[in-house]
């Protein structure tokens, strides 16, 4: 192993700490996906180095193999948002472009740090963050859309942008819609009734009302016991 080739090894390791780590599980906090993206980093890496150091003029092939295969074992095998699809496909790209080396020497590393400036960028929490996309089941089933866009921007205090109804059952008196909206910028303020402390004292009757309210309940006894 030369010297480039153990620059390279650093340079792949650390961005994919940064990008699993760094990036990644500081803000989707999942424990499982950090570990696979760390693995399949430095095993596409380690393969495509392989390869290619047992075989001339393997490059482009071996890279579109890979990702093509890889990409249908790991897409296949669970459920993962768009965001997570797309961590997926930058760790691959990092060990496929630190494996390859393509171009000057100089070529590997600033693709890398373009692939981890972009993820950064496109995924921060303050980038388009009061825009949401949402599957959503309510219990009615509506045929008019300004009804169904009114209830909401009701529901959600949001303004929408976007849906696409994608079930209207009538017999459960249900409506099923993919819909894209925008946050409002105030909050709701719950309207909730005004609760006693616990351990507050009582507030004492005055004793013309209990006088009152006794006589009564004695009277309306004596009503019922002479029927």
């Given at each position: 192993m030369n010297a480039g080739?153990?620059?390279?090894?650093?340079?792949?390791?650390?961005?994919?700490?940064v990008l699993a780590y760094g990036i990644y599980f500081r803000r989707h906090r999942r424990r499982d996906l950090l570990v696979a993206y760390l693995a399949l980093n430095v095993g596409v890496l380690a393969v495509t180095i392989a390869l290619s150091a047992a075989s001339t003029g393997?490059?482009?092939?071996?890279g579109l193999g890979l990702f093509g295969v890889l990409s249908i074992i790991r897409l296949r095998s669970s459920q993962l948002t768009q965001e997570e699809v797309a961590y997926y496909f930058a760790a691959l790209a990092l060990g496929l472009l630190c494996g390859l080396r393509p171009g000057a020497w100089w070529t590997t590393p600033l693709l890398v740090v373009m692939l981890?400036?972009?993820m950064y960028v496109a995924d921060h929490p303050r980038l388009l963050?009061?825009?949401r996309q949402q599957l959503i089941t309510l219990d009615a089933a509506y045929t008019d859309e300004a009804q169904l866009v009114a209830r909401i921007e009701d529901l959600y205090d949001a303004k929408v942008n976007r849906l696409v109804v994608t079930e209207v059952n009538l017999v459960l008196d249900q409506t099923t819609v993919d819909v894209r909206f925008r946050l409002s910028g105030g909050s709701r303020t719950a309207r909730v009734a005004p609760q006693q402390p616990?351990?507050?004292?009582?507030?004492?009757?005055p004793a013309g009302v209990a006088g009152?309210?006794?006589?009564?309940?004695?009277?309306?006894?004596?009503?019922?016991?002479?029927?």
């Open positions: 080739t153990a620059l390279i090894l650093l340079l792949d390791l650390m961005a994919a700490i393997a490059g482009i092939g071996l981890l400036a972009v963050r009061r825009h616990a351990g507050a004292a009582v507030p004492p009757v009152t309210a006794g006589a009564a309940g004695v009277a309306g006894a004596a009503g019922v016991a002479l029927r």
